[in-house]
Structures are given as C-alpha cells and as structure tokens.
C-alpha cells in the first residue's frame, strides 16, 4: 500500500499487519526503547480544519521516530488562497517525504495522492477518519484480546467515523451494528459492501443495534463544518446517545469508544463517559502508536 486515504483501499491483512507493529511501537515506547525508524524524514501536515489529537500525535510521533513534522495551517499557507491541490501536491512532493491532510471534500485527499509523488495519510475528512479507526481497532483489542467475532454497535450520525467504523470493523472481522436517523446514514457504497458481508446491520433504534454488543461508539451530532445545522442535528439526533440505559442492553463487559472532543450531554451522557474513561483515553492515546505504524509503513 501506498497511501491511506480510506481504509476500504486497504486489504484486513495491511490493516491487521500495521496494528501489530502498532501494539509494538507501544510496547517500545512504555520501554523506553528509541526506534528511530524515520530518522532524516519529513512528514507535512496540511489542516484546513482544527484539531487537537490529530496535530499532536502526528508532531509527536514523527519526532519519535527520527523525523521532523511540519504544519501548515491552509489559513497561512497557499492553500487557503486558493492554489489548486494538483499544484501543492507537486511541490510538497519535492520537499517532504510525506503528507498528512486533514480536510473537507474525500476527492482532494486523493487528487493529492494522485498529482502528489509521496505517502498521503487522511487525518480526516467528511467521508473517512482511518489514522481513528485504526487507534479504535487497537484499543479494542488491547482490551478484548481479540477483534473477530465480537460486535461493534455505532450509535450517531453516518459520517466520517460511521463509514469508516463500518469498513474497519468488517474488515478485522467484527459484526458492525448501526444506528442512525434515516436523513443522516453512512455513504450509500459503503453499506452496500456492507450488507454484502452479511454481518451488518442498519437500525433507527439506537437499543436495538446495542444489544448484547463488545462495543458501543458514537460521535458528535455536528460536525466540524455542520456548525449551521446545529439546530436542526440536535432535533434530529435527540434519542441518539449513550448513556447507562443503552448500556444495559450491551454485553455486561461492554466498552466505550469515542474519538473526541465529547459533547456531553448530546451523544453521551457525563456518567457514561466517566464510567468508560479508560478506555476512551486509551483510545486517545493509541492515536500516537497507530499512526506512528501508518508512517512506518508508508514512509519508511
Ligand atoms: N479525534 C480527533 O481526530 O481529534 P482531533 O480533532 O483533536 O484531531
Ligand atoms: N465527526 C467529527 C469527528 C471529529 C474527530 C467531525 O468530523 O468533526
């Protein structure tokens, strides 16, 4: 594999292999054993959207292993004023040995693999949130000591994390339960690969699709870039949330997964985050070895 614009492009060996060497580069790192594995590499990070956990990690985990990350805010860069991404991909492609995008529209993640020459890693996108998926897929294991046949039920709305939820979880494996409003369900291509695994299902009715599920994920009813819809998204996810009711239909030794930033009191109540927050910090945390595998692979 050459990039990682969505994790459908990528086979369940190439995602199981990178989660191994991820569980590796963690247990390296509790070690205190260096692995500087991109040592001399350049890894550019163009955000058109905020973030906390996307930007440190990345930062961090270049630096980790030998390399250096540049950010590039599309504010302050070209890319704000509009240089088209055919342009940028070509340029970048002749300074840095890599690039990391964090943006709106799928389509210019993979216009810039396509004009660009080197590795490009989606750091999220309306569509996709793999370098997420990935650090969820870890975390899960790390607790269940196993990913196939345990059931991931994902409650909310049918973006970036549903879609690629859908495509990870099936991929390793797991049986994917979700529920979601009918106005806001994952990409149509998407769940018809999905129902052609035969082990998803799609519900309206957040208690039906957590029922005697491994793990339970939501995401926020707005989105970065929704911030208008705000109004109507609370209307129309009203009922789609986590809390101690939904849990209780869930395997009594049920996870939580939440990519963060929380709104509580939207998609989870304050008792149902506290009650799994190890897991979810874990999960946090596992952002920095997931990727660090991703930019192992692709750049090393
Ligand atoms: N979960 C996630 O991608 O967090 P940031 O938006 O802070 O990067
Ligand atoms: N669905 C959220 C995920 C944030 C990490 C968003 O796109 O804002």
Known sequence: MKHLLKLMDWTSGEILETLDLADRLKAENKAGIAHPLLKGKTLAMLFSKSSTR??????????????????????????????????????????????????YAQQEVEDLAKYGSVPVINGLTDYAHPCQVLADLQTIREFKGKLKGLKLCFIGDGINMANSLIVGGLKTGMTVSL?????HRPDPEILKWAESTGRFT???????????ADVVITDVWVSMGQEAEKLQREKDFAGYLVDEALMAVAKPDCMVQHCLPAHRGEEITEEAFEAHAKEIFEEAENRLHAQKAVLVRLLG
């Open 54 to 103: 996307t930007r440190v990690s990345f930062e961090v985990g270049m630096y980790q292993l030998g390399g250096h990350a540049l950010f590039i805010s599309n504010k302050e860069s070209q890319v704000g004023r509009g240089e088209p991404v055919q342009d940028t991909a070509r340029v970048l492609s002749r300074y840095v040995d890599g690039i990391m995008i964090r943006t």
């Open 179 to 183: 529920a979601c409003p009918d106005n």
């Open 202 to 212: 799609l519900t309206n009715d957040p208690k039906t699709a957590a029922k005697d």
